[in-house]
């Protein structure tokens, strides 16, 4: 069964740092981009990373670039999302996504169930 | 950036009722085009990539359409397992998500 755990998320305050982090099982997580996508409340789906399988393609949405890195362990089939200088904008739910890639197509066929950040003072 | 604009932003309908919604891209996008349902309290689910191609899984009720910047989903004989929200998305130029479209039971 192919699945994505995500966790880590919990209530930060304004400028502070969370580390979300996402284990992946059912699948060869090395074969895959991964991404990271959020929901705020009651608000629609943003994109905000994605790493390549190898790690050497990296990018950022501009809402969170320069404040949050994402990285992947592939040894232990991980995904994490370092945040940091955290907004009260930043509040949602975190999804840990899958990046299907079939020849220029691309879509997230793999979803976690989601962690979720406060930031709040 | 590419913008996409989902109509309508809710509608209602009843079992069995067709329903189509639609996705506009700011630009042209090919066919670089997936939807995804989201259901309340539920993670996103792939329906559609391609424009058109059904994820693995997916009922044949589903069904997608379109390129350049005008897309639809359509479902064909509404279940009870459909209502929620579903959402547009690009993958032309990074990933952009349309505002999304609420299906409710008339």
């Known amino acids: 069964q192919v699945l994505l755990v995500e966790s880590g998320g919990e209530l930060a305050k304004p400028g502070g740092s969370l580390r979300l982090t996402c284990v992946a099982s059912?699948?060869?997580?090395?074969?895959?981009?991964m991404a990271w996508i959020r929901q705020a409340p009651g608000k629609g789906l943003e994109w905000i990373s994605y790493?390549?399988?190898?790690?050497?393609?990296?990018q950022y949405a501009d809402s969170v670039k320069g404040r949050f890195t994402i990285s992947r362990n592939n040894a232990n089939n991980s995904l994490y999302l370092h945040m940091n200088t955290l907004r009260a904008d930043d509040t949602a739910i975190y999804y840990c996504?899958?990046?299907?890639?079939?020849?220029?197509?691309?879509?997230?066929?793999?979803w976690g169930q989601g962690t979720a950040v406060t930031v709040s003072a | 950036d590419i913008q996409m604009t989902q109509s309508p932003s809710s509608l209602s309908a009843s079992i069995g009722d067709r329903v189509t919604i639609t996705c506009r891209a700011s630009?042209?996008?090919?066919?670089?085009l997936s939807w995804y349902q989201q259901r309340p309290g539920e993670a996103p689910r792939l329906l559609i990539y391609?424009?058109?191609t059904l994820h693995s899984g997916v009922p044949s009720r589903f069904s997608g359409s379109g390129s350049g910047t005008d897309f639809t989903l359509t479902i064909s004989s509404l279940q009870p397992e459909d209502f929620g929200t579903y959402y547009c998305?690009?993958?032309?130029?990074?990933?952009?998500f349309g505002q999304g479209t609420k299906l409710n039971i008339k």
């Open positions: 391609a424009a058109s």
């Open positions: 630009q042209t996008i090919d066919k670089y």
């Open positions: 996504v899958r990046l299907l890639i079939i020849g220029e197509q691309e879509a997230f066929d793999v």
């Open positions: 790493i390549s399988n190898t790690r050497h393609t990296i």
């Open positions: 998305q690009q993958s032309y130029s990074t990933y952009i």
């Open positions: 059912g699948f060869t997580f090395s074969d895959y981009y």
